[in-house]
C-alpha cells in the first residue's frame, strides 16, 4: 500500500502514523537503511502538522478578532 502525502492526510491520522514511527525507531530494531527511511516521513509528517497547527491558530486569531474582512497572513511566532 503507498503512503498518503503528509499534506494529504488529517491531523490526527499523522500523529498516529508519528507515533508508530516512533515507536519503531525506539524498538531499535530496524536496519539502519528503514530507520533512516522511517525518520524521513517522520520529519515530513511532524513538518506538515506544524504548517497545519499554524493556519489553525491564524483561522482562531483571525475569528476572535471577529473580522469578516480579515485575509489569512503567513504566521510567524514573536
Not at 515507536?23 to 504548517?51: C, H, Y
Amino acid at each position: 500500500m503507498a503512503l498518503k502525502k503528509p499534506e494529504n492526510m488529517q491531523y490526527e491520522e499523522a500523529i498516529n502514523e508519528l507515533e508508530q514511527i516512533v515507536g519503531l525507531l525506539e524498538n531499535g530494531e530496524l536496519p539502519l537503511e528503514e530507520a533512516l527511511k522511517q525518520f524521513e516521513r517522520g520529519i515530513s509528517l511532524a513538518r506538515s502538522n506544524s504548517e497545519k497547527l499554524q493556519k489553525a491558530q491564524q483561522q482562531v486569531s483571525i475569528l476572535m478578532q471577529n473580522d469578516s474582512q480579515a485575509t489569512l497572513q503567513n504566521f510567524s511566532e514573536q
